[in-house]
C-alpha cells in the first residue's frame, strides 16, 4: 500500500523557518521524482520545489533561495526546508512522488506563518 506521510506543519513567527518531511512507503522511492506543492486558503494548488530520482531540482519562483528540497534514498523521506518563512507561505503543504503516469499524493500538513 502506497503511503506518503507528512508530519512536520505547525505555526512558526515569519522569518522563522521549518522542515517539513515526507515519509514514503509502498513503493520504489528511489526511482521516484519527488514534489511538494501547496495550497493557500482561495486559491490553486502550486508547485514549491521538485526534485528528480537523480537529484537535479527547481523551485517556484516565490521560494527560490528560502527553500531548498533534499531526499534521503536511505530513509525513503523527501524534505523541504523553509526560511525566511512570510506570511504568503502560510498552506497546506502537500508531498507528491511521480514516476511517469504514476503518480501519489501525500494528505498534507498545515504551515501557519503568523506573528
Known amino acids: 500500500q502506497v503511503q506518503l506521510v507528512e508530519p512536520g506543519g505547525g505555526l512558526v513567527q515569519p522569518a522563522g523557518f521549518l522542515r517539513l518531511s515526507c515519509l514514503a512507503s509502498?513503493?520504489?522511492?528511489?526511482?521516484?521524482?519527488m514534489r511538494w506543492y501547496r495550497q493557500a486558503p482561495g486559491k490553486e494548488r502550486e508547485l514549491v520545489a521538485q526534485?528528480?530520482?537523480?537529484?537535479?531540482?527547481r523551485y517556484a519562483d516565490s521560494v527560490k533561495g528560502r527553500f531548498t528540497i533534499s531526499r534521503d534514498n536511505a530513509k525513503n523521506t523527501v524534505y523541504l526546508q523553509m526560511d525566511s518563512l512570510k506570511f504568503e507561505d502560510t498552506a497546506v503543504y502537500y508531498c507528491?512522488?511521480?514516476?511517469?503516469?504514476?503518480?501519489?499524493w501525500g494528505k498534507g500538513t498545515l504551515v501557519t506563518v503568523s506573528s
Open positions: 507528491n512522488a511521480f514516476f511517469y503516469s504514476m503518480d501519489y
Open positions: 509502498g513503493f520504489t522511492f528511489s526511482s521516484y521524482g
Open positions: 526534485i528528480t530520482n537523480i537529484g537535479g531540482t
